[in-house]
């Protein structure tokens, strides 16, 4: 049974920057299509990021391209966001979601998903 979880969340100022990890339990990350997504308070989970397994290909929110990259660490079984460049509009908790398949950012598409790591933005 796979179990992602997140870590590397944080309170940073505007401009700043974090890097957010996935690992997991039970089963290597290697194989599977790993999801970034958050929720804000009042807000419904959206997508951030993508990263397929198969061939690396990715996707990215428009609200965060330029900003964000995503890749992964196939000899440490983990796959990072890095996000740069912070706005208090990325305050969120952030998810990491594990599917085997493409690189959706449809939260429904996704069978395992972590606890989440909180994201502050804030001066």
């Known amino acids: 049974q796979l179990q992602p979880v997140e870590s590397g969340g944080g309170l940073v100022q505007p401009g700043g920057s974090l890097r957010l990890s996935c690992a997991a339990t039970?089963?290597?990350?290697?194989?599977?299509?790993i999801g970034w997504f958050r929720q804000a308070p009042g807000k419904e989970r959206e997508g951030v990021s993508c990263?397929?397994?198969?061939?690396?290909?990715?996707n990215f929110a428009d609200s965060v391209k330029g900003r964000f990259t995503i890749s992964r660490d196939n000899a440490k079984s983990t796959v990072y966001l890095q996000m740069n460049s912070l706005k208090p509009e990325d305050t969120a908790v952030y998810y990491c979601?594990?599917?085997?398949?493409?690189?959706?950012?449809?939260?429904?598409?996704?069978?395992?998903w972590g606890q989440g790591t909180q994201v502050t933005v804030s001066s």
């Open positions: 990263i397929r397994s198969r061939d690396g290909s990715t």
């Open positions: 979601a594990a599917r085997r398949g493409a690189c959706t950012m449809v939260p429904i598409a996704y069978d395992y």
């Open positions: 039970g089963t290597t990350l290697d194989y599977y299509t």
